[in-house]
């Protein structure tokens, strides 16, 4: 049977192909949302299918439908295949290489590959360096220019993919392999199970005996299947991630899980502590022999989470089901899909107490930031949409932009009339260092500015953050009581974790964001509780695990009387 992730594969593919023949953009984001949606389902496209169920899933028309329910059916999409047909198979694979590239659209990867005949990375960076980008139509020096530092980014980052773009597909995995005859016991490890958030490779450790790896061919979803007589295998997965597989004996399964979880700073860490080699069937045995508390997966990245253990101080670690409400959230009054009803009723839907919404301010013109009478009419709404729902708060606010000399978009009249302000960098990425920490110093000293929003500006894989002494806004924030956001869109995840733990040091509390942009990405949560959890937060950190009285309470208490 197809899996989730592989249909996905194909949507996404037909929406690379429809964008290279330079078909209608609304049908090319359609297959590229569809994509999206299947690969978060909680259940199996065949089950819905099944049900005919399909068409009720927001975003899945029955032209989608159609094709999902082919691919379902026969396992293939006569689209796919008509799209295909003009491309050699390995030409179509280096288009889709070509495409990652920051910068890049599938519209240009066609018009490069139609006219120049660049089908590669390494060909388009030598078109670069010969200057035959800058001639093609719509081009010129300028993105040129863009194009080879996108490549030198893609470089730096190749290999890695977005953890959550690939957790689908890898707990498909998990379970298929936990319900091959013969597996006693199997988890994720390495990078995968630290949920980090770039991830290279799928890892897994599994229970059993060593001839268990001939039955781990026949699972679903792996490619060019490689037995090394050690007791480990390799693979490919459907999305071109090599698979990694360690198979062990029951009474050791403990070792080998902990030693291939950890990256090397910890396992030596707590290796150190071991006074003989033994066989633990338990990553807790493990660590007890070393006289440690158990350390979550997620910490373990010798960041002093091995001090912690030693002295029993090890935090109780916040968890998605204690997130109480989520603010950060657009509409279509700015670059949302939803309206405000629409994304109340699903936060509603999943548990949420409340809600912030928080469109563009004005600065943001290319999204039609609001102007002071769109404010005014977007409360209206808010106080509508309100009564209709009284079982979750909605919170007003603003993502107000920081301008470069560090003041904020709105005078302090208007950003006082809102229930929260969250204070972001959408411009002027190039600033140098001491102006650019200057500017977001400034902008938390604002006494109606609730907290920092994105910190850095970062896009994985595809931006790289602008420069910042990150150590001094942080202590900037601790100093003047702001909150800084946990951004949980998978291409931001930020504040970095890595800073997350000296930001608890300071006394910094968090609030995790979804930013999100439909329905759908109000499910970000988890990629930032990933994130609080890799950084050390507990749930008092986390400041939207209030209940919606106390959250209410909270934001009224740092709204300053407005002094005329």
């Known amino acids: ?94 288009l889709l290489k070509l495409a990652e590239v920051p910068g890049l659209g599938p519209q240009h990867v066609g018009l490069i590959y139609e006219r120049l005949g660049v089908a590669t990375v390494g060909e388009l960076q030598y078109a670069g360096v010969e200057n ?46 936990r319900a091959v005859p013969g597996v006693q016991r199997a988890e994720f490890a390495g990078a995968l199970r630290r949920k980090n958030e770039l991830v290279q490779n799928f890892s897994f450790v599994l229970a059993g005996e060593e001839s268990l790896h001939e039955r ?70 493990v660590y007890a022999a070393a006289g440690l508390s158990w350390v979550p997966p997620e910490m373990r990245e010798g960041y002093g989470e091995v001090e912690l253990a030693m002295a029993g101080q090890l935090p109780s670690l916040v968890e998605t089901s204690q997130v109480q409400g989520i603010f950060h959230n657009h509409t279509v009054y700015t670059d949302g899909s939803a309206t405000v009803e629409q994304m109340a009723r699903a936060a509603q839907a999943l548990g949420y107490r409340y809600i912030g919404i928080s469109d563009h301010s004005q600065s943001a013109y290319y999204v039609h930031g609001l102007k002071e009478d769109r404010i005014i009419a977007q409360r209206e709404e808010i106080e509508v949409v309100q009564a209709k729902l009284p079982g979750i708060r909605i919170f007003k606010g603003i993502e107000a932009d920081i301008l470069a000399d560090g003041s904020m978009d709105y005078p302090d009249d208007i950003l006082a009339s809102f229930d929260f302000v969250i204070a972001s960098v959408h411009s002027r990425f190039n600033l140098s260092e001491e102006d ?70 300071q006394g910094v509390k968090f609030s995790i964001n979804p930013d999100a942009h439909s329905t759908e990405e109000l499910r970000n949560i988890p990629w930032g509780i990933n994130v609080a959890r890799k950084g050390g937060l507990t749930a008092t950190e986390v400041i939207n695990t209030l209940p919606v009285g106390k959250m209410a309470a909270y934001l009224q208490a740092r709204r300053p009387n407005l002094v005329l």
């Open 216 to 285: 781990v061919r026949s699972v679903p979803g792996l490619q060019r299947m490689v037995v090394e007589k050690s007791g480990t295998a390799s693979a490919v997965s459907v999305q071109g991630l090599p698979v990694e597989f360690n198979i062990v004996p029951e009474q050791n399964y403990g070792w080998e899980l902990f030693a291939a979880t950890g990256n090397p700073q910890h396992v030596e860490a707590v290796t150190q502590r071991l006074t003989s080699q033994e066989s633990f069937d338990t990553e807790q045995a």
């Open 436 to 505: 650019q920490t200057r500017r977001l110093c400034r902008a938390l000293t604002n006494p109606y500015v609730t907290m920092l929003g994105h910190a850095t500006g970062r896009l994985l894989l595809s931006r790289d953050g602008y420069r910042v002494d990150m150590r001094k806004i942080i202590d900037t924030a601790a100093e003047q009581d702001k909150l800084i956001e946990i951004n949980a869109s998978r291409h931001r995840l930020e504040l970095d974790w890595r800073w997350c733990r000296y930001a608890k040091e």
């Open 132 to 177: 035959r980008l800058a001639e093609l139509p719509g081009f010129g020096k300028k993105t040129q220019e863009k194009i080879l530092a996108g490549i030198q980014r893609f470089q730096r980052h190749q290999g890695n993919r977005l953890y959550a773009d690939v957790i689908g597909e890898a707990e498909e995995l998990l379970l298929a392999l």
């Open 1 to 94: 049977m197809i899996t989730k992730s592989e249909i996905a594969k194909v949507l996404e593919e037909i929406a690379f192909l429809l964008a290279l023949k330079g078909e209608n953009p609304f049908k090319v984001k359609a297959y590229s949302k569809a994509a999206r949606i299947i690969r978060n389902l909680p259940e199996q496209p065949a089950a819905l299918a099944e049900k005919g169920a399909l068409t009720e899933i927001q975003g899945i028309g029955p032209t989608l439908a159609g094709t999902i329910t082919e691919l379902i059916t026969s396992g293939s999409s006569r689209l796919h295949q008509e799209l295909r047909a003009p491309y050699p198979s390995t030409v179509l694979e280096n």
